[in-house]
């Protein structure tokens, strides 16, 4: 089964960046398409962005676009959240898995963007 470690999170004021990392332990990471979600407090887990599996596609959802870039590194079992001009309604644990999900989720890493 696949597991995930997402590292990266923190306390940020408004307008700040935080770059998310998440180490895969699966084979043949290089084959799935990838996806950070986040969970808000009170609220449903959300898909925030995804890329393809070798990296050259990505879609984010509305409210970040323009703000977030997810990334990866096939050679790493790796993918990236960068973010900027965070916004309190950033504020969440973030997570990866697979897209489409799979059933195991890691700890999540904390965002929390408060000034």
């Known amino acids: 089964q696949a597991q995930f470690v997402e590292s990266g999170g923190g306390l940020v004021q408004p307008g700040g960046s935080l770059r998310l990392s998440c180490v895969a332990s699966?084979?043949?990471?290089?084959?799935?398409?990838m996806a950070w979600y986040r969970r808000a407090p009170g609220k449903q887990r959300d898909l925030v962005a995804r890329?393809?599996?070798?990296?050259?596609?990505?879609n984010y959802e509305d409210s970040v676009t323009g703000r977030f870039t997810i990334s990866r590194d096939n050679a790493k079992n790796t993918v990236y959240l960068q973010m900027h001009i965070l916004k309190p309604d950033d504020t969440a644990v973030y997570y990866c898995?697979?897209?489409?999900?799979?059933?195991?989720w890691g700890q999540g890493t904390q965002v929390i963007v408060s000034s």
């Open positions: 890329i393809s599996a070798g990296g050259q596609s990505t």
């Open positions: 898995n697979f897209f489409p999900y799979g059933s195991t």
């Open positions: 699966t084979g043949l990471f290089w084959t799935y398409h």
